[in-house]
């Protein structure tokens, strides 16, 4: 058994809190909370620890939350680390925490990669390196776009190599995740240096990729529009046979949008309304010349959950990829998922 804690309760950390807590190979030690809110109490009611800064015992037992201990002592009684914490905040932990008491970490996709504050020389992904990052001690889990388009572009580029001239990406992004307070400004803002492209040559080097990011406001997925330069372009028909039996990639017709899907992933009754897959929108996949247009939505809060868990079984358990496929698949429904969402979306 593994002793895993969760350091961070936000919208990914309660998520991993989920998938973790009903991990039968793990021992779950708990999450970490910083700020005290009714998040306190929810954890708190599905049974968790909840380890909280030393110095702020005593704030969260005064609102009378039966919190467990500190950080520092749930760290310290762990085998292993996932950090959840908010976009750059893992930094520090490592060097206050992990480092000093010899803890192997995760770290999630808003974290550094390269350059002072960098966390890890590694970007995972399941589906491209997977065993890579078996036995290292620090990896980053690649952001939820970062992962969707490695699980894109793999597949295709194993099947039609120097065929594939170029990529670029249009990303278009959720304002807000749907638990989110903040108010979803009515804008479209554009990212003047996105990392996704830079992030991906970290496990695909040769890849010829652009990528062009764009906020919009919903709470509603992210749906990517990938075109792909050929020199000669094949069918559409071989294109989605590329994607027919991949993990975790659904191939859908009669969405109208990703509130449609996420909507539907809800009504259904997934855990936390998330599909953890990206969506090929067949209906709007286009061969135009010598390119292949591909839309496809991303869970961007579901997507990086089951990717994290298939990276600790190469971190902790150095397993082959077939095996934790299935274990992360037993976990989180994934194949019966996309059958479902298939047939509602035929
Ligand atoms: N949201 C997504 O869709 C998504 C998808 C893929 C990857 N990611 C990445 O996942 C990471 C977390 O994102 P998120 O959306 O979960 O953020 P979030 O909802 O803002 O949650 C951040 C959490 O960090 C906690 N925190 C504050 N100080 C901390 C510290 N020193 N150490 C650890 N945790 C601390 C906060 O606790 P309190 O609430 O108690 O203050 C909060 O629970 C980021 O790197 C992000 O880029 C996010």
Request: proline share 3%; with cysteine.
């Amino acid at each position: 058994m593994v002793k895993v804690f969760i350091n961070g309760y936000g919208n990914i950390g309660r998520r991993l809190a989920s998938a973790l807590s009903a991990d039968k190979e793990v021992q779950f030690v708990g999450v970490a909370k910083y700020t005290v809110d009714d998040k306190v109490k929810e954890a708190l009611y599905h049974r968790y620890n909840v380890f909280v800064p030393k110095g702020m015992i005593p704030a969260f037992k005064d609102k009378g939350y039966d919190v467990t201990g500190s950080v520092e002592e749930a760290v310290r009684q762990s085998d292993f680390v996932i950090d959840a914490a908010k976009e750059g905040g893992g930094y520090d932990n490592k060097k206050s925490l992990y480092e000093p008491m010899g803890k192997p970490a995760i770290f999630q996709g808003g974290e550094d990669r390269h350059g002072e504050h960098a966390v890890a020389d590694m970007i995972h992904n399941s589906r491209v390196n997977y065993s890579k990052a078996a036995g290292r001690t620090y990896v980053i889990q690649g952001s939820c776009n970062v992962s969707g388009m490695g699980r894109m572009m793999q597949p295709l580029i194993e099947k039609f190599g120097s065929r594939i001239k170029r990529y670029d990406v249009q990303l278009i992004r959720r304002w807000a995740d749907l638990e989110d307070t903040k108010p979803v400004k009515d804008s479209i803002e554009w990212d003047r240096n996105p990392h996704h492209q830079d992030d991906v040559r970290d496990f695909i080097p040769a890849a010829n990729l652009y990528v062009d990011a764009f906020k919009v406001p919903s709470r509603m997925m992210h749906l990517h529009q990938m075109f792909i330069r050929f020199d000669r372009a094949p069918a559409k028909d071989e294109i989605l046979e590329c994607f027919r039996n991949e993990f975790g990639v659904a191939i859908i017709s009669s969405a109208k949008g990703t509130g449609d899907v996420r909507k539907k992933a809800l009504e259904l009754g997934f855990a936390h309304g998330d599909t953890n897959m990206v969506h090929i929108h067949q209906d709007i996949l286009r061969v135009q010349d010598d390119t292949v247009k591909i839309g496809y939505s991303d869970d961007q809060t579901g997507m990086v959950i089951p990717e994290n868990h298939m990276l600790l079984q190469s971190m902790a358990f150095k397993r082959s990829r077939e095996e934790a496929l299935k274990r992360s698949d037993s976990l989180f429904h994934m194949s019966k998922k996309r059958k479902v969402l298939e047939e509602e979306f035929k």
